[in-house]
């Protein structure tokens, strides 16, 4: 029973976020600061640990990093500390349950994100010992077990803690008997070290502690570093030593701040069409009908040999899989599977030979992918992530990755890493249509053509959003809302779903507009809004039957429909208009549509757009 106890915690977790900094500059405002970075990471709790010499003084508390800093002891001259900022798994949100956790003597100071799988036997076992415990929490068992081993050395304490624990972890641990040293390790959960002059910083990501420096090394799994002001040594749990390399850090703190915009949401789905220019830079030669993803030269003998495909992801990623199967199928003619990746590994797996699985994360360090992306390895699948994160732990375990180039997305709700996931989805496809011969110069330079429009037009669409934010209130206004589309836009339907769930807490669904009267026509009446996605297309037709049936149950319709459209608003009640496009690439236009919707609709609730309740950024551990 305390097996499947815990197996069923450890599918529903989340993910928490932790700093460390050791230097001559006080700890306290650096260790605030980077937290407030990774504050998408978790916003229930959060607390700091810093060690001025004398002694570990621990503040934390229960809420946000704004709540933590009206308690924080402002004459701390401490250079050394550690930070986190939670998102609950084991114990509720609560001061007591908040990182840091300390030992019984207060000596040895932990963060923690991931999760122990045997915490309660461990528990047990250090209980018996005699050990304290103080909070309801799994990760209070490593200090309590850093304790149990500790012999002077904190490196070789936390090295044995560490082989006695199942589960995952990325930890920060310091120890006011050495307090000169920060010792930190990761498994299947983000580390990084930053390095700076006479100091050095820890993070669980980039943005914590971009505004410090942008000398990034990446921990591995079952690595663990020993960090002083001067100097960080990676070695194995095993303690064999290893050397790093150190990757500059692309973007600027800028790029982690709103820049004027009320919410990170609404900053990011502006910097759409920026970030899709980004993404076709140098891959894009119209001339040629071609595109060139150097990244695959390698690899290209293997992938033209593909005879089906498996995308792999989750949530938002999951839909521009779901787009991305209407595309290949087209262009290349193969069998393409879109499976969720918590459910691919627990099924009945196929062999992957001549098989290609693409593993899609945005952060590129969601455990559930990771381990269907490891299963799909183990069955022969040539592997290929799509990633927003340079050296995310996806890029190293993949045989090739396809990076977007988005920036840093601070908002949970997924907005421009989501349309760069698509626009690399159909790059790839006219990428392996030519590689296979499938299709000539002409066809696919018309396809070229019609995407490098597609930023222009989302641009001239976020310059004129009156009708969306009318639109959007309207839709504040009711407890429930159904999106319906077809074909292309039947995923995009799915996904403006959710972006309504994410942050407005407003009851949607999107569905196939074909299938509505299959069942969901019953949950139509007349204060239900539906949101049609009726570009002119060869489903367009079809579309129109679909709204003529929510029409008679007296339903309010909003259609998302081409600007050169005249005929759409004889069959609903309100119209958004995109730019004319073709409609291999209306979703692009109409997911942007539909992100700025549930913007306005949340705001116009009050909801937290940023930090939507229950939610996190991404999902790193399973």
């Known amino acids: 029973m305390l097996r499947a106890l815990e197996g069923i915690i450890r599918e529903t977790v989340f993910m928490c976020g932790i700093v460390g900094c050791i230097g001559d500059r006080r700890a306290t405002p650096i260790l605030v600061e980077s937290l407030k970075h990774l504050e998408y990471r978790g916003y229930d709790s959060a607390g700091i640990a810093t060690l001025n010499g004398a002694e570990i003084d621990v503040t934390k508390i229960e809420g946000k990093i704004c709540d933590l800093e ?43 994100n991931g999760i122990i799988e045997n915490f309660q036997a461990l528990k047990e076992e250090l209980t018996s010992k005699g050990h304290i415990f103080c909070s309801e929490t799994d990760t209070e068992v490593l200090a309590h077990l850093c304790e149990e081993y500790y012999n002077g050395d904190l490196e070789q304490a936390v090295r044995e803690a560490l082989l006695r624990v199942e589960g995952s972890y990325a930890i920060a641990v310091i120890s006011d008997n050495e307090p000169d040293i920060i010792i930190a390790a990761r498994k299947d959960s983000p580390l990084i070290v930053g390095l700076g002059a006479g100091e050095n910083f820890l993070a669980s990501d980039i943005p914590a502690i971009r505004k410090y420096t942008n000398k990034i090394i ?32 692309d973007g600027s703190i800028i790029d982690a701040e709103r820049g004027g915009y009320e919410h990170f949401m609404l ?51 999951y839909h521009a899989g779901l787009l991305g199967k209407y595309i290949l199928e087209d262009l290349l003619r193969i069998p393409v599977r879109v499976e969720y990746s918590s459910e691919f590994r627990y099924n009945n797996v196929l062999s992957g030979q001549k098989s290609l699985a693409i593993c899609i994360s945005q952060s590129g360090e969601t455990a559930d992918t990771l381990a269907a992306m490891n299963e799909a390895k183990s069955q022969g699948y040539l592997t290929l992530a799509i990633t927003n994160v340079v050296g995310s732990t996806i890029t190293r375990k993949a045989d090739e990755i396809l990076l977007t180039k988005s920036g840093i997305e601070i908002g949970v709700a997924a907005t421009k890493t989501f349309t760069a996931q698509i626009l690399i ?4 496809g006219v990428y392996l249509a030519r590689l296979k011969k499938l299709t000539d110069v002409e ?22 959003i009156s009708t969306i934010e009318k639109n959007a ?30 942050i407005s807490y407003i009851k949607a669904e999107g569905f196939p507009a074909g299938e509505l009267k299959h069942g969901p026509l019953a949950l139509i009446t007349a204060d239900t809004p539906v949101i049609a996605l009726v570009p002119e297309g060869k489903t367009y037709y079809k579309m129109l039957g679909n709204i003529k049936e929510v029409k008679a149950r007296n339903a309010y319709v909003i259609a998302i429909a081409n600007a050169s459209d005249d005929e759409i608003v004889k069959y609903v009640d309100s119209v958004i208009r995109i730019p004319d496009v073709d409609e291999l690439f209306s979703p692009m236009l109409a997911a942007v549509v539909l992100q700025l919707i549930a913007y306005y609709a949340a705001k116009y609730k009050g909801a937290e757009i940023d930090q939507p309740r229950n939610l996190a950024k991404s999902v790193t551990v399973e």
Not at 237 to 248: A, S
Not at 497 to 502: F, G, N, P, R, V
Request: proline content about 3%; glycine content about 8%; aromatic content about 4%.
């Open 70 to 112: 009206t308690i924080i002891n402002e004459t701390d001259n401490a250079c050394v500390g550690i930070g986190h900022t939670r998102w609950a798994t084991h114990g509720v949100p609560s001061s007591t349950n908040a990182h840091p956790h300390v030992d019984c003597t207060g000596s040895i100071a932990v963060v923690h």
């Open 218 to 249: 990446y921990i591995n799994d079952e690595e663990i570093v020993r960090i002083t002001r001067d100097s960080v040594v990676v070695s194995t749990l095993q303690g064999v030593k290893v050397e790093k390399t150190v990757t500059i850090a």
């Open 267 to 317: 900053k990011e789905i502006h910097e759409q069409p920026k970030a899709l220019r980004e993404t076709m830079e140098d891959r894009l030669y119209e001339l040629e009908g071609s595109i060139d993803f150097k990244e695959l030269r390698s690899l290209e003998d293997e992938i033209k040999g593909i005879e089906s495909i498996s995308i792999i992801a989750c949530g938002t990623s």
């Open 425 to 428: 989805l159909y790059m790839f």
């Open 443 to 464: 066809t696919s330079r018309n396809i070229i053509t019609s995407m490098k429009s597609v930023p222009g037009l989302i641009e001239s669409l976020l310059d004129n």
């Open 473 to 502: 209130s309207r839709i504040g206004e009711t407890d429930c809302c159904y999106f319906i589309g077809r074909g292309l836009n039947y995923p995009i339907a799915l996904e403006g779903a959710l972006k309504m769930k994410e």
